[in-house]
């Protein structure tokens, strides 16, 4: 990215002021050489405008986050990037009442005083913290987990009961709606991993449709035991299932 304007008009002066400052004192027998001087000065200043302009390129990628629209991300993630892991283990009986167990992993955390993790009361039940690695303090708060004194890359586990399942609204089949994931801070979206399993009995049910859709920074793998999605993104990202009955359902 190129200097801004302001950085562009300020380079040259900082040089001459450089150069007017190189003198010697009066009386002086004998000056020290005056191009190692010079030298030295503006190597100085080289390195202060260098140092600007990176100030300037990290403001500008601040002003460039993302706002929370949904981009996913082709390159490699950064192994020490947040990652999220999610499985639900559907059953037959999930399938009458919706209900379903729910193990959530979340590691490398960002270090922070406080962070909570805010679940849907009407949706979630029996949160309960099974491991836990580089927070200070974790509880279970309501439909929430309230953690202190975080450490970068700490790792927090829950288990938890989850409406996990619905009759689909406009076909045949049944959804599993997921989200919204995101790494938030302040005002800007920041790149995450997640990973998504659903899992139930051998061929009880059958991928229909994914939204989005596979693409790059998106992978979706189906068999006879359940749907798995890894997704490497910036912004929210909201995963809808649509599953039908499969032919070890009947």
């Known amino acids: 990215m190129p200097p801004t304007p302001f950085l562009s008009s300020v380079r040259p002066l900082l040089l001459g002021l450089a150069c007017l400052s190189i003198g010697f004192p009066l ?14 000065e503006e190597a100085e200043w080289e390195a202060a405008w260098e140092a600007a302009e990176e100030r300037a390129r990290q403001e500008a990628r601040a002003r460039e986050v ?6 996913f991300l082709d390159r490699a993630p950064d192994p020490k990037a947040a990652r999220m892991e999610k499985r639900l283990d559907l059953d037959r009986e999930s399938l009458e009442d919706g209900w379903a167990p729910m193990h959530q992993c979340h590691h490398n955390l960002d270090p922070a ?3 909570q993790i805010v679940y849907n009361a009407d949706r979630t039940r029996d949160i309960r913290i099974t491991d836990s690695d580089g927070v200070g303090q974790a509880k279970v708060d309501g439909p929430s987990v309230q953690m202190r004194d975080i450490e970068r890359g700490a790792r ?10 619905m009759p689909h609204p406009d076909a045949t089949g049944y959804v599993v709606d997921n989200g919204p994931f995101m790494r938030r801070f302040l005002d ?13 009995p051998a061929g009880m049910l059958a991928l229909e449709q994914s939204t989005p859709p596979a693409q790059p920074g998106l992978a979706i793998e189906a068999n006879e035991h359940g749907v798995t999605l ?6 929210r990202l909201e995963s809808r299932l649509h599953l039908v009955r499969g032919k070890g359902s009947e």
Do not use: K
């Open 113 to 115: 005083p406080a962070v």
């Open 66 to 71: 993302n706002e929370g629209e949904l981009v």
């Open 156 to 165: 927090l586990c829950v288990t938890a009961d989850v409406l996990a399942i």
């Open 230 to 235: 890894d997704a490497h993104f910036e912004g």
């Open 188 to 200: 800007g979206y920041y790149p995450m991993q997640v990973r998504l399993e659903v899992n139930w």
């Open 27 to 40: 009386g002086t027998p004998a000056a020290p050489d005056a191009s190692d001087e010079r030298s030295s």
